[in-house]
């Protein structure tokens, strides 16, 4: 996410990430986000801030019913209460979470005890807290004597049931098969040319050669069908894909 802060502000991010120290007077910019990880710019003068000092400088107005966390650099959180404040010229302080809720809620993630402000929380937002690559990992609810559960991206887990939720990441890995040969792939989505790559290594489309692909037996998204160039389609377990050229040399 960009930020525009204006000159004379300093750029808390941008220090650490230059690595070096903070400057000790503001005003600061910093960032603030939501249950979502999606953050924006706010600026405060302090360089001592209060929670409610924090919190109306991200605009939050009723600071009674909302929860503030500082999110370190490797992505813990810590909830700062009543009365709390925090040092903006210390390492690692230039993101929040603001989270509208009474009270927070505990879960494990790859073995990290996280106390999160929202009842429920995604499947992207998990990998976002564990620091993977949404695109390549997959996140597992720890069913503990059960079948783990896959927790999709766009799937809101509902944190408030008794006891500590588990989760953890793992590389994702789904196995199709290209001209009746199998492939792992790490990825839900495969493009045309990776199709084609997977069944000609050597592949390259020119003016006298086009390669044709056809799946079938992918997810209820598209279970069937024509790949063209250019173009991308979700994959699943056993998926089938037939790769065809014509040479017209």
Not at 54 to 61: D, Q, S, Y
Not at 65 to 80: I, Y
Not at 126 to 135: F, R
Not at 159 to 168: D, I, K, N, Q
Request: charged share 25%.
């Amino acid at each position: 996410m960009a930020k525009n802060f204006e000159d004379g502000v300093e750029d808390v991010q941008q220090a650490l990430n230059a690595g070096r120290e903070v400057r000790g007077h503001g005003p600061y910019g910093m960032l603030i986000g939501d249950e979502r990880l999606e953050f924006r710019p706010v600026v405060i003068a302090d360089p001592v801030p209060t929670r409610r000092q924090i919190l109306e400088a991200g605009g939050v107005r009723d600071t009674v019913e909302h929860l503030l966390f500082l999110m370190s650099q490797n992505g813990l959180l810590l909830e700062l209460g009543d009365g709390l404040t925090v040092d903006l010229r210390s390492a690692g302080v230039e993101r929040f979470l603001v989270f509208r809720n009474d009270r927070s809620f505990r879960f494990e993630l790859d073995d990290r005890v996280i106390e999160w402000g929202a009842t429920r929380i995604s499947g992207l937002t998990l990998k976002k807290l564990a620091s993977v690559d949404p695109l390549t990992f997959a996140v597992w609810l720890d069913a503990r004597g059960g079948k783990d559960r896959l927790i999709g991206d766009a799937e809101l887990f509902d944190l408030s049931a008794p006891g500590v939720e588990r989760f953890y990441t793992a590389l994702r890995t789904i196995t199709v098969k290209v001209n009746t040969r199998p492939h792992q792939v790490h990825t839900e989505t495969l493009t045309f040319d990776q199709v084609v790559k997977l069944a000609f290594a050597d592949a390259a489309t020119t003016d006298s050669r086009v390669y044709t692909v056809t799946f079938k037996r992918g997810p209820a998204s598209n279970p069937e069908g024509t790949l063209v160039e250019g173009g991308s389609v979700h994959i699943k377990d056993g998926m089938l894909f037939n790769v065809t050229f014509t040479d017209k040399s």
